[in-house]
């Protein structure tokens, strides 16, 4: 039973575009929500989280929005840069970080 | 933010033997954890390593497969006993709450990782 799912394997998008990465969740007890960006032969790097208590968090190109009504979350990348190329992963836990539930990954391409 | 360091960082290992994985962090955390990687898959989290008595185990995990140690706040080993093929995964150790570090006690730090190929 996959709690957190990231439907979309692969994106492609052109440098300077915005990129939007999709999760849905099915668990109603996450409340806590991350995004992790993994390069080859590296461990997952935080990148940016929201809590239930919110719709929106923003941080320099990365913005995270949740709809806790349709249980789904989206990252957006703004502008899109050939650096941002790696695995993103979605990740949530039940107000703490611990025992989170990872998605499968996006693996983003930015091409020039 | 924390700074995790992993050995080895990868190992080919025959079936039937045993690997151990050692997790090192720059300074004292609240709670580490396991997760496993399996290829295509998500991160799957394996066990929380509790500093001084016995991990605790997700579902699907056992003691005896996924023996783990932690003798102190920085410090953290995984073995994967009787290894096979379908032991083939990344594995990853992770952080939480770093002292003195900034950001969210939400953040979970992970290390680089041990790829492990069992043949």
């Known amino acids: 039973d996959q709690q957190v799912k990231q439907n979309s394997p692969s994106l492609s998008v052109q440098e300077g575009r915005i990129s939007i990465l999709n999760c849905d969740y099915t668990?109603?007890?996450?409340?806590?929500f991350l995004w992790y960006k993994k390069y080859p032969a590296e461990g997952p790097t935080f990148l940016i989280s929201i809590s239930s208590i919110k719709d929106k968090n923003e941080d320099g190109r990365f913005t995270v929005f949740l709809n806790k009504s349709a249980k789904h979350l989206s990252l957006h990348i703004v502008p899109s840069q050939p650096g941002d190329s790696a695995v993103y992963f979605c990740?949530?836990?039940?107000?703490?970080?611990?025992?989170?539930?990872f998605g499968t990954g996006t693996r983003l391409q930015v091409t020039l | 933010s924390a700074v995790i360091s992993q050995k080895p960082s990868r190992d080919i290992c025959q079936r039937g033997t045993s690997l151990t994985i050692q997790c090192q962090v720059d300074?004292?955390?609240?709670?580490m954890f396991w997760y496993r990687q399996q290829p295509g898959q998500s991160l799957t989290l394996i066990a929380t390593?509790?500093?001084?008595?016995?991990?605790?185990?997700e579902s699907g995990f056992v003691i005896d497969k996924f023996p783990i140690s932690r003798p102190n706040l920085t410090f953290s080993t995984l073995t994967v006993s009787n290894l096979s093929p379908e032991d083939s995964s990344i594995y990853l150790c992770t952080c939480v709450g770093a002292s003195g570090g900034g950001g969210s006690y939400n953040e979970q730090f992970f290390g680089p990782g041990t790829r492990l190929t069992v043949l």
């Open positions: 390593a509790n500093q001084g008595s016995e991990a605790t185990y």
């Open positions: 300074s004292q955390v609240t709670m």
């Open positions: 990740a949530a836990g039940p107000g703490t970080a611990s025992k989170l539930t």
């Open positions: 668990n109603s007890m996450f409340d806590y």
